[in-house]
């Protein structure tokens, strides 16, 4: 990778970054149908395959060096496009180095448990990429428009009272933060849809027969409360994007243009990170020098 590539990641990628301490407002700072300089589809699908196999080249010096790792929380509203994202941003990744943990209604195991207790099981091991779809940030925006939630939390009234969602923020933040420091770099993405290309979305569940499986009645009553998860997105994005971990708004409404921009954020992160193979020592070196003179002497003795 060029200094010139990774100048022309970083540039692709700043407009869709929430900068830590600045104030923004979703819905006037983040357009879903936002081009991000590539307008034409073809451009768009050319430019993803080329990121991909950049991820892949990335991810296998990141799995040999086995040192550092990389958490993506994907977070969007349903028919977001998590699946298809996660799809193609892994595709060239071999299954060993890349896993998805995904995350939905907690179960009565985990609900026993403090509230980040589910997140950290699944997080990644050195050397690994982990995807979460759907991730602890649930726990800030399905649960805050859903305040029943908080009753199966079974919190004391301490831990409920005053601001519960500034005091989670900043749990948040402090456990993002600790994972930095300790090698795991924390990859946040939200994948930004309109209303209307949600309804566009469910309605191609209803009306093409192969699409019927994803339709869920449920999600179509989850519209009902847009505005409130709007809300809660924008005070998620305000009190925790942070120089360790900075959020990124990705435009959703084009599906193709949505994994791009994906896969530009998580490749930015892989080459700032610039994960090496290791240096053979000496003594690895000649055990590898000697197990090719073995296996020379072999072909020889074959064919002698
Ligand atoms: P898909 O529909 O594409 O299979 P999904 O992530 O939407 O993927 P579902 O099984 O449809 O999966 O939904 C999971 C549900 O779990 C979502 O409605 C989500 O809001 C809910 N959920 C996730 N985390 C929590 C949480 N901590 N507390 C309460 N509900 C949660
Ligand atoms: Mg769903």
Redesign the pocket.
Known sequence: MTDLQAGRTESFIAPLRVVPGKKVDLAADFDPKYEAGVAKKADGVELLRVGIELLAEYQRRLAAEQTRGVLVCLQAL?AGG??GTIRHVMSGMSPQGVRVA?????SVEELDHD?LWRYARRLPRRGQIVIF??SHY??V???RV?PE?LDRQRLRASARGGNIWKRRYREINAWERYLTDNGFRVVKLFLNLSKEEQRIRFLKRIDVPERNW?F?A??VR?RAHWDAYQQAFTHMLNATSTEWAPWYVIPADRKWRARLCAAAVLAHTLIDIDPQYPKMSAPARRELANARKELEEEANRGSG
């Open positions: 349903d998590k699946d995904n995350f939905k209604v907690p509230y779809n759907r649930e726990e925006l399905v649960v859903h939630n994803k869920s449920a999600d989850e």
